[in-house]
């Protein structure tokens, strides 16, 4: 955002508030996206997590994906995590030095980030329906599919298991795991561009998504699947929608239907931390 400020000429705050009305338009278009899918569409879904950090390499997270086969995004939500592994003692005192300023996050932060997400796809599903989730053998998954029951087939995937081929249950979940490492300087290994913020992270992880469903092809291979994105495979759009045409029209929650639960997310005032600073308040106003 800094060099985009300096060859914009402009100062940082005002591309932050760009990116921080782009994020929280892109939460809307992905409501109205998934309002616009056919229900056994979503029948058969993939989830699994992608560890990034936002703050410090002190404050890890678990960023959750809920994917259909064809690279499609139903949800994305963030569970804040305590650091751990093995760690030197200057590392170990830095932790209890955050933590006494910031507070520990959630014990139960992962499970109540899947269920969030999982609620919300077995809300777009037609009664009676027989829906499909694969995930990996995190114990997490597992506790919160016993809590929602209703019919839901859990398909466990060893952790070991080869995830580059393509007959790989998890194979679609890992490819976009690493277009968003590829795309996104934030989440790239031994990174200086990590999220500073969790609202920042989570404003360019929506951009991300609705640019992933609406104008990214499914495939860089073929000509044709190039030109052939995620939401065209669904029917929700004729071609690739130019960001011109995707943001023509202005959106509001009132009108879209925002959930309750991702009301933090638009308005940029979702935590890592329990008593960290929201600095991004000021932009709240615009909306």
């Known amino acids: 955002m800094r060099q985009v400020s300096r060859s914009l000429g402009v100062s940082l705050g005002a591309v932050r508030g760009v990116v921080r009305r782009l994020g929280a338009q892109c939460v809307l278009v992905q409501e109205e996206l998934l309002r616009g899918v056919e229900p056994e569409r979503l029948l058969r879904v993939q989830l699994d997590g992608f560890r990034t950090f936002a703050g410090s390499q002190h404050e890890p997270l678990d960023l959750h994906t809920l994917v259909l086969g064809n690279g499609f995004f139903v949800g994305i939500d963030a569970a804040p995590l305590r650091r751990s592994g093995r760690m030197t003692e200057g590392q ?15 014990p139960r932060a992962r499970e109540r980030s899947v269920e969030r997400l999982l609620r919300r796809w077995l809300g777009l599903l037609p009664g009676g329906s027989r829906p499909v989730l694969a995930t990996d053998e995190e114990p997490s998954y597992g506790r ?7 019919g839901l087939r859990h398909v466990r995937v060893s952790s070991r298991a080869r995830r580059e081929d393509r007959g790989h249950p998890l194979w679609r979940t890992n490819c976009e ?5 590829h795309a996104r300087a934030d989440h790239k290994r031994e990174t200086l ?16 998504v609705v640019w992933r469903n609406l104008v990214k092809g ?3 291979r073929t000509a044709e699947g190039s030109r052939t994105t995620p939401a065209m495979q669904l029917g929700l759009a004729r071609g690739p929608v130019a ?11 009132r009108i879209v239907g925002l959930p309750r639960e991702l009301e933090p997310v638009y308005l940029g005032t979702v935590r890592a931390r329990p008593r960290e600073k929201i600095r991004a308040a000021g932009f709240n106003s615009v909306f």
Do not use: N, T
Request: aromatic letters at 10%.
């Open 218 to 220: 499914v495939s860089e």
């Open 243 to 253: 960001p011109e045409e995707l943001f023509r029209r202005r959106r509001f929650p």
């Open 193 to 208: 561009s990590f999220g500073k913020r969790l609202w920042g992270l989570m404003d360019r992880a929506y951009i991300f």
């Open 144 to 150: 919160v599919v016993s809590r929602l029951g209703g």
């Open 92 to 106: 170990r005192r830095e932790r209890e030095l955050r933590e006494r300023r910031l507070g520990r996050p959630d």
């Open 177 to 181: 795991h690493r277009l968003l490492r």
